[in-house]
């Protein structure tokens, strides 16, 4: 099974902030890695897939990159409406996994 | 506008079963892979079963041999038939759908409650 860790697990920040989310990889997933946004109460939604695209309506603060084991989730400038957990998942193996998830928090 | 709407949960016995459905509007369930997500309370996204358009089925080793995904075309409806329940069942259960644009999953239902307890 292909674990997924991602940090911090919780990233205290101030709006318009820049935010920096990691999630590393067991073994290499290639670029089958995606992003998705969780707020309380709510379903997940897609913000980034395939490593690096943004869903259809994510704006263009959200940007992802890497490939293999490393990650990198960004929002360039916090807005209120960001201040979430964002977990990555993969489907690059059997069965597939998810991370633990980052909350990002308003310092 | 694409949407789906699960239903079925509620509280349930160790070793009971429950179905649940996912009701699918504005796409065809059969048109790419359907799975179901699990979330136990406070904690992460739990992947447990897919169903691919010919007719295909994984699942988490978790779940394997007590829980079977199944899909209805004629009602484009999602299923998910849970059997030999345990308290570490207990979970939000979302459906989610593969987006034939992305392949991932895109969009979830709103969720349902499954608790399993005594």
């Known amino acids: 099974e292909i674990v997924l860790t991602q940090s911090p697990a919780t990233l205290s920040l101030s709006p318009g902030e820049r935010a920096t989310l990691s999630c590393r990889a067991s073994q290499s997933v290639s670029s089958n890695l995606a992003w998705y946004q969780q707020k309380p109460g709510q379903a997940p939604r897609l913000l980034i897939y395939?490593?690096?695209n943004r869903a259809t309506g994510i704006p263009a603060r959200f940007s992802g990159s890497g490939s293999g084991t490393d990650f990198t989730l960004t929002i360039s400038s916090l807005e209120p409406e960001d201040f979430a957990v964002y977990s990555c998942?993969?489907?690059?193996?059997?069965?597939?996994?998810f991370g633990q998830g980052t909350k990002v928090e308003v310092k | 506008e694409v949407q789906l709407v699960e239903s079925g949960g509620g509280l349930i016995q160790p070793g009971g079963s429950l179905r649940l459905s996912c009701a699918a509007s504005g796409f065809t369930v059969s048109s790419n892979y359907m799975s179901w997500v699990r979330q136990a309370p406070g904690k992460g996204l739990e992947w447990v079963s897919v169903i691919y358009s010919g007719g295909s089925t994984f699942y988490a080793d978790s779940v394997k041999g007590r829980f079977t995904i199944s899909r209805d075309d004629s009602r484009n409806t999602l299923y998910f038939q849970m059997n030999s329940l345990r308290a570490e069942d207990t979970a939000v259960y979302y459906c989610a759908r593969g987006s034939t644009v992305t392949n991932w999953l895109d969009p979830w239902g709103q969720g349902t409650l499954v608790t399993v307890s005594s």
């Open positions: 395939d490593a690096s």
């Open positions: 998942h993969q489907r690059a193996n059997w069965p597939w996994t």
